[in-house]
Structures are given as structure tokens and as C-alpha cells.
Nanobody
Framework: QVQLVESGEGLVQPGGSLRLSCTASGSIFSIGRMAWYRQVPGKERDLVADITKTGSTNYADSVKGRFTISRDNAKNTMYLRMNSLKPEDTAVYYC???????????????WGQGTQVTVSS
């Protein structure tokens, strides 16, 4: 079994910064795509950014130029640096990862429990 644990939640003023972390642990052979999603009550969970094992990244238009996704493969950890935060960035942020627990088995998609980010003055 694999667990994803997010950290870095908080309350920040508009224009401020925050960094989220997501660490995978458990039965891990390799981790492929990792991603951050966010969700507000009553709405669908939306992709914020994702990153491949080799470091290729993709961002939602709403966060381009403000957020930076990165990962440390040696630590099985992904980060999301969020700058110039806006009230509309307020949401629960979830991390996701495609994990191979064994080289001969297909990857399984796992999710973290979510971490709250609130942008407010």
C-alpha cells in the first residue's frame, strides 16, 4: 500500500506565498506522473499542475506564472510553490501520483487527504 501525505496548509494574505509538499511512502518501486488538484465546495476537482518523472510540467491557465511545481525523486516528494496568491486560489489542494509497487504490475493512482489553502485579508 502507498500513502500520500500533504503538508503546508495555511492562511495567507492576497499577494502572499505558500509552499505545499506531498510525500509518498509505502510499497514504492517507481513513481510516474504526479499532480496537484484543487477543489472548492460544490465544484469539481480541477487540475492545478502536473509533472512527469523526468520533470516536464503542465499548468492550468489560472496559475501560470504564479505557481511552480517540482519534485525530488530521491525523496518521493512533490512540491507546489504558490506566489502572488489570490482569494480565488482558496481551495482544498490534493496531490495525486501514479505509483508502481512492482515492476511487473500496472501503476495505481493514489490521492492524498487534501490540505486547506485560504487566501484572505
Amino acid at each position: 500500500q502507498v500513502q500520500l501525505v500533504e503538508s503546508g496548509e495555511g492562511l495567507v494574505q492576497p499577494g502572499g506565498s505558500l509552499r505545499l509538499s506531498c510525500t509518498a511512502s509505502g510499497s514504492i518501486f517507481s513513481i510516474g506522473r504526479m499532480a496537484w488538484y484543487r477543489q472548492v465546495p460544490g465544484k469539481e476537482r480541477d487540475l492545478v499542475a502536473d509533472i512527469t518523472k523526468t520533470g516536464s510540467t503542465n499548468y492550468a491557465d489560472s496559475v501560470k506564472g504564479r505557481f511552480t511545481i517540482s519534485r525530488d525523486n530521491a525523496k518521493n516528494t512533490m512540491y507546489l510553490r504558490m506566489n502572488s496568491l489570490k482569494p480565488e486560489d482558496t481551495a482544498v489542494y490534493y496531490c495525486s501520483a501514479d505509483v508502481w509497487s512492482h515492476y511487473s504490475r500496472p501503476a495505481v493512482n493514489y490521492w492524498g487527504q487534501g490540505t486547506q489553502v485560504t487566501v484572505s485579508s
